[in-house]
């Protein structure tokens, strides 16, 4: 799987947009972008995925850039519970294997 | 949405004793389950990959003597923590792919293991 870059951490005030950036410049055509979130002592949850289309769901949108060597997951209003570390993931879908995790981005949305 | 289990969600043992950590998946069948170790502050270290119905393939400097898998059954993984040292201590983390959606992972809730 493709190595991915992220920021070690960033802030967000609550009810703003938290935009979280990744980078991930070596991915190959049928690599897909999974973004999960790991809040303290739990395990990881899923967020979204995508593969070129930018994506929406009720937790977030994905952001992909046509060359596809970076995304950006953006929460729209941030909350207090949202408080995580935000792991930018790429992964062949069709190749059945793992997910590797690199250091993520430790989101702190703050009152 | 898919649900994986695991248990116990924590556990403290006297240093020797051997922990057994369950993953469930409840409302699907996963042909394959991960599991995954995380010191503080650390991210997700993957530790070995278990097939229903053959032995698991471990990740590069993890011991299988030491950290016996067993996945009996499409919806059942088991990591068993022989001899267990406090270096052991870890929150050990488990992930199923689900055969019904192509490529989906599901992760359990994690096991903190401390070990006395």
């Known amino acids: 799987d493709a190595k991915t870059t992220q920021p070690p951490s960033m802030d967000c005030a609550e009810g703003r947009a938290a935009n979280l950036p990744c980078n991930h410049s070596?991915?190959?055509?049928?690599?897909?972008v999974y973004w999960y979130r790991q809040i303290h002592s739990q395990g990881p949850q899923y967020i979204i995925h995508g593969l070129k289309n930018n994506e929406t769901n009720e937790m977030a949108s994905l952001i992909i850039t046509e060359d596809r060597k970076s995304s950006t997951l953006i929460l729209p209003h941030a909350t207090l519970r949202d408080t995580a570390v935000y792991y930018c993931?790429?992964?062949?879908?069709?190749?059945?294997?793992?997910?590797?995790f690199g250091g993520g981005t430790r989101l702190m949305v703050k009152p | 949405g898919a649900v994986v289990s695991q248990h116990p969600s924590w556990v403290i043992c006297k240093s020797g004793t051997s922990v057994k950590i369950e993953c469930r998946s409840l409302d699907f069948q996963a042909t394959t389950m991960f599991w995954y170790r995380q010191f503080p502050k650390q991210s997700l270290m993957l530790m070995a990959t278990?097939?229903?119905?053959?032995?698991?393939?471990?990740e590069q400097g993890v011991e299988k003597d030491k950290f016996l898998i067993n996945h009996a059954s499409l919806t059942l993984s088991t990591l068993t923590v022989t001899s267990a040292h406090p270096e052991d201590s870890s929150f050990y983390i488990c992930?199923?792919?689900?055969?019904?959606?192509?490529?989906?992972?599901?992760f359990g809730e994690g096991s903190r293991l401390t070990v006395l």
């Open positions: 993931i790429v992964r062949d879908i069709n190749a059945g294997n793992m997910l590797t």
């Open positions: 070596t991915i190959s055509g049928n690599e897909y």
């Open positions: 278990s097939n229903e119905g053959s032995k698991a393939t471990y």
């Open positions: 992930s199923a792919r689900d055969r019904g959606r192509a490529g989906e992972l599901f």
